[in-house]
C-alpha cells in the first residue's frame, strides 16, 4: 500500500493578538498564576523579619536563664511567657528563629553544592564514576537520615554547636539533590546545543557553566528550597530527641525542653505552641515555595490537576 | 424507555429510517480565551451495514465527533446542542447510566492510539470480561474459555492470546484485541479512531481486512475516521470531509476521487501522491483557522484559490449539488 | 525470577547492613574524647554502678573487642557479633543484654507503626485518588488543602497538640505509657481493649501527619493514569465508574506509591521514634530515647541498627514482591 496520507498542518489555538504588557503587569499577572510561589516566599519573609526585627522589641538576653520568673503564662511583660528555667520566651523565639534558619540555609546549602558538583560529574561522564556514585546514593537513601544523624550525633552529644549541626545535616542532605540534577543533566546532555557546543570545541568545563548550569538554574532552586526543608526538619527532629546544640534556643531544642519538663502535661502552652507554630509555618513556607518553583522549573506540569 | 416506544423505535428503523442519526451536532472548548467550536453544526446519517469515513485535518473536529457520539467529551468540552438519534433515540437525553449500557452494547469503539489502550495490569480474558459483566451479561464459568476462544478467533488471534498480558501481545494483536473487546456485544455502530495509525503497513492492512470481515459478519455500520485517503478508498462505502468544524463535503467514496466538489476536497485529492502521474508531493497552502476567533464566511476562504466577495460574508450551507453528493461552497 | 537481579538486590541489602554496622563501630573511635573503655568507665561511675560489675564489663568487652589486637581483628569480630544480632550489654542497666532489651519493646513498635502507617497508606491513597477522579464527590477535593496542611507539621510535634487537647484540655484518652499500670499484662480482652485505648493518640497522629504526604502522591498519578488511553477506552466499553476507578485507575496509579510506601516506612519509623517517646510508649522510640540521655552506646547503636535491619527488609520485600503487582516489570530490567 503506498503511503496517501495527507501532511496536514497543525492548527493552533492561539490568538493572533499578542499582547502588550510592561514589566511589572507581567510580573503581577506571573504571582497570580502562581500564587503558591508568593505565599510561600511571604510566609518565610515573615520569619525572617521576626529574627531581625525582633531584637529591637525585646532584649536577647533575656533568652538566657534565670533572667525572668519561672513558668509565667504570657502578660503585658513577657507576651509569651516564661518556662521553668526563668527566661523570656519572647526573647528565646527572636534568638532562636534565626539560629534555626541558618541551621537549615547552611546545610542545604553545603548539601546542594556537592550535591549539583556529583550530580554533574555522575551524569555528564557517566561510565564507573556515574556507576560508583549512583551505587552510593542510591544505596544511603534506603537508609533513614535521621537514624544516621542520631548515630552520629549520640556520639558526639556535648560538642554540638549551630555550625557543627549545620555541617552534620549536610553530610546527608547532598543525596536528594545530586540524583535529581544527574537525571536533568543526563537529559540535557544529548540535546541539540549542547552536542553543538561540543563539536565547537568547548572544554567539558565550558559547556557546563555556559551551557547546562544557565537551563538548569530553575530545577537549582527547586532543589535548593528542599534542602533546605529537609534540612530544618532533621535539625528539629534530631533536637526534639536533645540531640542538638545544648546551649542554644533553637525551635528544636524549645521543644525538646518543653517536653523534658513535661510542659504539654503541666498545661503550659505558650511553652511548646509557639514554636511548633513557627516550624509549621516554615515548613509550609518552604513547600509552597517548592511548589511554586517547580511550576518554573517544569511549566509542563501547569495546570495538571 | 416502555416497550411500546421501543416497538416504534423498531418499527421505525425497519422502515428504511437511519440506523443512527446526527443532527446539527456541535462541541465546544472552553478555553480561558473563549469557546473553541471543535464540532460546529455537523449533520449526517449512517444506514444499516454502511460504512462511512471521516477525514480531515487534525484538529478538524474528526476524533471529537468520534467522541461525542459515544458522549466521552471531558471538560472543558461541553457537547453544546444537536441530536444523536441512534435507532429513533437521541443519545444526548440520555441518563448517564443508560447512556452507559449503550457503550460497547450499542455503539462500540475501536480507539485511536489502541497501543495505549489495554490496561497493561490485567490479562486479556479479564479486560473482555469486564465489557461483558458490567453490560449484564457474564459468562458462566464453563462458558468461559469457548466464548473467549471463538470472540479471538474471529479476530484473528488464537485462544491463548486470553491468558496474556498486554505487555507480550504485538502492536497488531494488541489492535485485534482492542477490536475483539468492541464486536463482544455485538454493537450495531461501531467506531473506529484512527485504528492503524501507529502500525506498520502490512499490520495495517490486515487489521483493516479484519475490520471489514467482522463488520460483514455482525451487520454492523462502521464511522471510519482517518486521514488516510488510500484507506478510506479501500474500506468505506461514503466518505466526509471535515475542515475546521464543518462537514463541508459528504458522498460516495468514488466521487471524491471522480470529482471533488469543495475545493479543499479538491486540493486534498490534488496533494496525494499518484501511481500513474508522478508529480511533486504539494501541501496545501496556508493554515486552517483558529477555532476561537473564526473568521465570517467561509472557513476556507483564506486559503482557496477561487474565493469571491460572496465567500467572505455568506458561510455556505452543506447542500445536495449532484444526486447522493454534498458538498457546501458558493462555487455552485 | 532471574537469578541475577535477585543476588544483585540481596547484595545490596548486606551492603546497608554492613554500612550500618560499620557506622556504629567506628563513630565511637572517631569521636572526639576517650575510647570506648575510658566512656564506660567513665559512665559507670556517674551512674554509680558497682565497681565489680564494670570490671567485668570491661573485661567482657575487652574480650569481646580483643582491644589489645590491632583494629582490623577487632572489627571483623565486631561484624561477626552484629551479624549474630549480638550488640553486648547495656550500659545503664548493666548486666541486661541489649538484644533482649529491642526485643521487648519491637512487639509495641511494630503494632504501633506499622497499623498506623498502613491506615494512613491506605486512607491518604485512596483520599488522593478520589480528590483527582472526575466523578468523584467535590468534597475530597477540599480535603486535599487541609490535609497538605497536615503533612507539613512534623508527627511528633502533632502529637503534642493531640495530647494537650484530648488528654490535658479534655481527657478523654489516655495521657501516657502503653496500657494502664493497673493492668496485668495478658491475653485477654479487657487488656486488649486497654491497649487499643492507649494506642489511639499516638496512632492518630500519625496517621494524620502521613496521610497528607500518601493523598499528594496519588493525586499526582491518579491525574497522569486518568489521562490514559487504557482509561478512556475503558470508558468506551460501558464498564461501570467504580470498576474503572478500581482495577482500572487505582490499580496502575498506585504502582509508584507502593515503591515510595517502602522507602517512606523509614522516614516513618524515625519520625515516629519522637512520638513515642512524647506518649512514653514501651517501644523502641521511647528505649532510644532513654539510651541517648544516659549516654548508653551501645544500646542506641544496637537500636539504630535493628532498625536499619527491619527497613532493609521491608524494601526487600516489596522489591521482590513488586513484579507480582506489575507484570511489565521483569527482573531483567530492574
Known sequence: ?305 | ?332 | MPIGYLVRRVMQFFIVLWGAATLNFFLPRLAPGNPVRDRLLSQASQGGLLQSGVEEMVRAYNAEFGLDKPLWVQYGRYLYHVFQLDFGFSIANYPAKVLPMITAALPWTIGLLVVSSCWAFVIGTLLGALAAWPRAPRFFRYLIGPAMALSAIPYYMLSIVLVYLFAVTWPIFPLSRGYSISRLPGFNLPFILDVLRHAILPGFSIVLAALGFWALGMRGMMVTTRGEDYVTFAEAKGLRDRRIFFSYGLRNAILPQMTAFAISLGTVVSGSVIVEAIFAYPGIGTLLLRAISASDYFLIYGIVFMIVLSIALATLAIDLLYPFLDPRISYRKA
Open chain 1, 1 to 305: 500500500m503506498a503511503n496517501t496520507s495527507v501532511n496536514f498542518p497543525t492548527p493552533t489555538l492561539a490568538s493572533p493578538h499578542a499582547r502588550d504588557r510592561t514589566a511589572p503587569q507581567a510580573l503581577l499577572a506571573y504571582c497570580r498564576r502562581n500564587p503558591q510561589l508568593v505565599i510561600g516566599a511571604a510566609m518565610l519573609l515573615g520569619l525572617v523579619l521576626v529574627g531581625v526585627l525582633g531584637p529591637f522589641f525585646v532584649d536577647p538576653k533575656q533568652a538566657q536563664p534565670l533572667s525572668a520568673p519561672t513558668a509565667q503564662p504570657p502578660s503585658r511583660q513577657y507576651p509569651l511567657g516564661t518556662d521553668d528555667y526563668g527566661r523570656n520566651l519572647l526573647a528565646v523565639m527572636v534568638t532562636g528563629l534565626p539560629l534555626t534558619l541558618r541551621i537549615g540555609f547552611l546545610a542545604g546549602a553545603l548539601g546542594l553544592l556537592v550535591g549539583t558538583f556529583l550530580g554533574f560529574v555522575s551524569g555528564y561522564l557517566g561510565g564507573p564514576v556515574d556507576a560508583v556514585i549512583r551505587t552510593l546514593v542510591d544505596t544511603s537513601l534506603t537508609v533513614p537520615g535521621l537514624l544516621i544523624l542520631i548515630t552520629i550525633a549520640a556520639s558526639i552529644k556535648g560538642f554540638i554547636s549551630v555550625n557543627i549541626m549545620a555541617l552534620l545535616i549536610a553530610s546527608l542532605a547532598w543525596r536528594q539533590p545530586s540524583r535529581t540534577v544527574r537525571a536533568q543533566v543526563l537529559t540535557l546532555r544529548d540535546r541539540g546545543y549542547v552536542q553543538v557546543a561540543r563539536r565547537s570545541g568547548l572544554s567539558t568545563p565550558e559547556i557546563i557553566v555556559k551551557e547546562l548550569l544557565p537551563n538548569l538554574l530553575p530545577f537549582l532552586a527547586a532543589s535548593f528550597v528542599g534542602a533546605v526543608s529537609y534540612a530544618i526538619l532533621a535539625s528539629i527532629g534530631l533536637e526534639a530527641l536533645g540531640l542538638g546544640p545544648q546551649n542554644d534556643p533553637t525551635l528544636g531544642m524549645t521543644v525538646y525542653w518543653a517536653i523534658s519538663f513535661s510542659a504539654p502535661l503541666r498545661g503550659l502552652w505558650w511553652w511548646w505552641l509557639p514554636p511548633i507554630v513557627a516550624v509549621v509555618i516554615l515548613i509550609l513556607g518552604l513547600l509552597l515555595l517548592t511548589m511554586g518553583l517547580d511550576e518554573i522549573a517544569n511549566p509542563r506540569l501547569r495546570r495538571a490537576a
Open chain 2, 1 to 332: 424507555m416502555t416497550a411500546d416506544t421501543a416497538r416504534h423505535a423498531t418499527a421505525q428503523a425497519q422502515a428504511g429510517q437511519p440506523l443512527l442519526q446526527v443532527r446539527d451536532l456541535r462541541v465546544y472548548y472552553h478555553t480561558p480565551r473563549g469557546a473553541a467550536k471543535a464540532v460546529d453544526g455537523v449533520s449526517f446519517s449512517l444506514e444499516p451495514g454502511e460504512r462511512l469515513g471521516l477525514v480531515g485535518e487534525s484538529g478538524s473536529g474528526k476524533s471529537t465527533i468520534a467522541l461525542s457520539l459515544m458522549r466521552l467529551i471531558k471538560p472543558p468540552g461541553v457537547i453544546e446542542g444537536g441530536e444523536v438519534l441512534l435507532g429513533g433515540e437521541d443519545l444526548l437525553a440520555k441518563s448517564e447510566e443508560e447512556m452507559r449500557q449503550v457503550r460497547l452494547a450499542g455503539v462500540a469503539m475501536v480507539a485511536q492510539g489502541a497501543m495505549n489502550s489495554l490496561n497493561p495490569v490485567k490479562r486479556v480474558r479479564e479486560q473482555i470480561l469486564d465489557g461483558l459483566a458490567d453490560h449484564g451479561q457474564p459468562i458462566a464459568k464453563r462458558a468461559v474459555a469457548d466464548t473467549l476462544g471463538a470472540l479471538l478467533r474471529s479476530v484473528g488471534l488464537k485462544p491463548e492470546v486470553a491468558g496474556m498480558f498486554p505487555h507480550e501481545l504485538s502492536g497488531g494483536m494488541k489492535q485485534r484485541v482492542v477490536t475483539a473487546i468492541a464486536i463482544s456485544l455485538r454493537p450495531k455502530v461501531i467506531i473506529a479512531d484512527e485504528p492503524t495509525s501507529a502500525l506498520d503497513v502490512v499490520v495495517q492492512r490486515q487489521i483493516m481486512d479484519t475490520l471489514l470481515r467482522v463488520q460483514q459478519d455482525l451487520g454492523a455500520a462502521v464511522i471510519l475516521i482517518g486521514h488516510d485517503m488510500g484507506l478510506m478508498a479501500q474500506f468505506v462505502t461514503r466518505l466526509g470531509v471535515m475542515y475546521a468544524g464543518k462537514l463541508v463535503e459528504l458522498c460516495p467514496v468514488q466521487a471524491i476521487f471522480d470529482e471533488p466538489l469543495m475545493p479543499y476536497s479538491q486540493l486534498l485529492i490534488a496533494s496525494l501522491p499518484s501511481l500513474t502521474k508522478k508529480g511533486e508531493l504539494r501541501g496545501i497552502p496556508g493554515l486552517p483557522p483558529s477555532l476561537l476567533d473564526r473568521p465570517t464566511g467561509c472557513p476556507f476562504r483564506a486559503r482557496c484559490p477561487h474565493a469571491f466577495d460572496r465567500c467572505a460574508v455568506e458561510e455556505p450551507a452543506l447542500r445536495e449539488l449532484r444526486p447522493g453528493h454534498w458538498a457546501a461552497c458558493h462555487l455552485y
